[in-house]
T-cell receptor
Framework: KAGVTQTPRYLIKTRGQQVTLSCSPI?????VSWYQQTPGQGLQFLFE???????NKGNFPGRFSGRQFSNSRSEMNVSTLELGDSALYLC????????????FGNGTRLTVT | GQQVMQIPQYQHVQEGEDFTTYCNSS?????IQWYKQRPGGHPVFLIQ?????EVKKQKRLTFQFGEAKKNSSLHITATQTTDVGTYFC???????????FGDGTTLTVKP
């Protein structure tokens, strides 16, 4: 089975721009979660989508949004980028149960200048 | 709300020494999961503990879940250089969307 695929791997944007990140989950997985990882803040939960619906949301501003398509692929959007948004964005898929293990992709490294 | 704390933040050991990381929650957890992230890599699921007092082993790794289901530990016996990385514990996502991962323990092993 193919793993979780995230594109692009690297991204450089300037402040004020917006960005869209993509995630293709493992086949058969219906849940996709997004995490932000920074050296100082660790792994911070952004949101989780299950069957095209946002099931959980972390404590991030409204500039961070996401969606999930009928094939379970997910996208995450960040608008009006700030320098502090520079981070590794990780997508994780699971079968969808509350206790299901997460399978992470390689992440998208976003740098905001 | 649920918050998972992990200690220590860093651990430097000589190859062959043992290593332990601890995870503590302010609330009872239905389960706890452990992940390992190699330098430059992404977190990889290691194991899940569900039962009170549960102990599971994976070769040199021993995972424990406390009786009260509020704490957990990961112990590595006789560390090897392949054990380097950051070990995270994670509780289930709460309805409030609380961050579920501990801050991780970064292990370095000196050959």
């Amino acid at each position: 089975k193919a793993g979780v695929t995230q594109t692009p791997r690297y991204l450089i944007k300037t402040r004020g721009q917006q960005v869209t990140l993509s995630c293709s989950p493992i086949s058969g997985h219906r849940s996709v979660s997004w995490y932000q990882q920074t050296p100082g803040q660790g792994l911070q939960f952004l949101f989780e989508y299950f069957s095209e619906t946002q099931r959980n949301k972390g404590n991030f501003p409204g500039r961070f949004s996401g969606r999930q398509f009928s094939n379970s692929r997910s996208e995450m959007n960040v608008s009006t980028l700030e320098l502090g948004d520079s981070a590794l964005y990780l997508c994780a898929s699971s079968q969808g149960g509350r206790d299901s293990p997460l399978h992470f992709g390689n992440g998208t490294r976003l740098t905001v200048t | 709300g649920q918050q998972v704390m992990q200690i220590p933040q860093y651990q430097h050991v000589q190859e062959g020494e043992d290593f332990t990381t601890y995870c503590n929650s302010s609330t009872t957890l239905s389960n706890i999961q452990w992940y390992k992230q190699r330098p430059g890599g992404h977190p990889v699921f290691l194991i899940q503990l569900v039962k009170s007092g549960e102990v599971k082993k994976q070769k040199r790794l021993t995972f424990q879940f406390g009786e009260a289901k509020k704490n957990s530990s990961l112990h590595i016996t006789a560390t090897q250089t392949t054990d380097v990385g950051t070990y995270f514990c994670a509780g289930p996502v709460t309805n409030a969307g609380k961050s579920t991962f501990g801050d991780g323990t970064t292990l370095t092993v000196k050959p």
